[in-house]
């Protein structure tokens, strides 16, 4: 069985400079299974953080936008884990730098 779940996100601010600080929000629900674990990624530079559990369908990430981002749109994918550490579908989400 595949592990699904229903994904919002949000970021805050949508946009910034390098440097600034953004807080990136992952709620699920209709989980086949618990969420114990959520991530995301900028892939095209190998950027991969772990978002911290808040409640338990919530988790979250505050951080410092890189300095030596370049100017431009950013696709961040945010994605769950389940307890066996199968990941689930992904959702993307887009921020501008600059």
């Known amino acids: ?53 808040k409640a338990d369908d919530t988790f979250e990430y505050t951080g410092t936008i890189p300095y030596e981002a370049p100017p431009g749109r950013y696709e961040i994918a945010v994605y769950g884990k389940a307890e066996d550490g199968t990941s689930g579908p992904e959702k993307k989400i887009s921020f501008q730098v600059g």
Request: hydrophobic fraction near 40%; charged fraction near 15%.
């Open 1 to 53: 069985m595949a592990f699904t779940y229903d994904l919002s996100t949000e970021i805050r601010p949508t946009s910034g400079p390098p440097g600034g600080t953004i807080t990136l929000t992952a709620k699920f629900s209709n989980a086949s299974e618990p969420v114990v674990k959520a991530f995301a990624t900028v892939r095209m530079y190998g950027y991969f953080i772990a978002l911290r559990k």
